[in-house]
């Protein structure tokens, strides 16, 4: 029978196969050319790099979703804002690898800065003191370019952003990835593998489309071996600026969020509202922490990422006390 990585796809040939790297299956694959060239008994040297360029990165977090348009993107600023701000002596970065649709420039406030190159590797543009950012968005001519490119190309640049970025010394790196369960998500695990993933937060909205696909995103976290944080419910509900009237703009027939990560045995982190102030905030690139410092949504927020930095703090221990 064929030899199959543990990190492989589903319908994986095998490493022994006549076909390994060269099936269709094979395309986008991160190991695909390690299994075409015959060399699958070798580990992918990438894997090695990103483990000692992220040697001092403590944890480092996926923002996941298989469905489109729950706001991952706006989830990910909004926690690192929070890490960076909560301790200033906390150094946080954020990973933007939806390679198609990079929003973490503009989210973060950061659009038309430019990547440095020196001697330790592509230098990280950085919002804040103490919070750096790394996206394709700032190695593109304008925000409006299209990147039109197959899976084997976007595997490259999320190699290159894990192993060829000078990161520093970091106590939280967050990834925001695009929806699915891809090429980008292959990549990501492949390459972090060595290094070690802390876990991933899983965003959904309470409506039952969402959840569908959120299920199959936990499933995949499963079956990759990452460990799952918690669950974050987005625009859960709008409260009307006016009338105060809560309004759910994505009624959750089936329990919302809440009830999925409770029948599928997950943490649940907590709900976020929509807030229309949040919303311009991350359009215009502003912080919302000294924007509106006293809407309720930035103290539901501080409350999520407060459950977040114990969990992995609690990650941490446990690891410890199983290398002992």
Known sequence: MADIPDDA??????????????ASLCAG???QTICASGAFKQPDP????????????????????????????????????????????????????DICGPSQPRVLGAIGEQVHQSGSGWSPVYIEDNLSLMSIGFLLASPEDAVVWRGPKKNGMIKQFLTE?????LD???????????????????????AGITGAIIVTTPQQVALLDVRKEIDFCRKVNIPILGVIENMSTFTCPKCKNIVEIFPATTGGGCAMAKELDVEFLGSLPLDPLL??????GKNFLTEIPDSPTVSILQEIVQKIVKICEDTKDKCEIKTR
């Open 9 to 22: 796809p589903k319908h994986c040939p095998g490493t022994t196969s006549r076909d390994a790297g060269k």
């Open 29 to 31: 694959c991160p190991n």
């Open 46 to 97: 990438g894997i090695t790099l990103a483990k000692e360029r992220l040697s001092m990165v403590e944890n480092k977090i996926l923002i996941l979703s298989g469905k489109g348009g729950v706001g991952k993107s706006t989830v990910t600023s909004l926690i690192s804002r929070c890490l960076a701000a909560d301790n200033r002596n906390r150094n946080v970065a954020v990973l933007d690898i």
């Open 165 to 169: 970025v000078d990161w520093g010394t």
């Open 172 to 194: 939280y790196l967050i990834l925001d990835t695009p929806p699915g369960t891809s090429d980008e998500h292959l990549s990501a695990t492949t390459y972090l593998k060595g």
């Open 279 to 284: 919303a311009r905030c991350c359009d215009e």
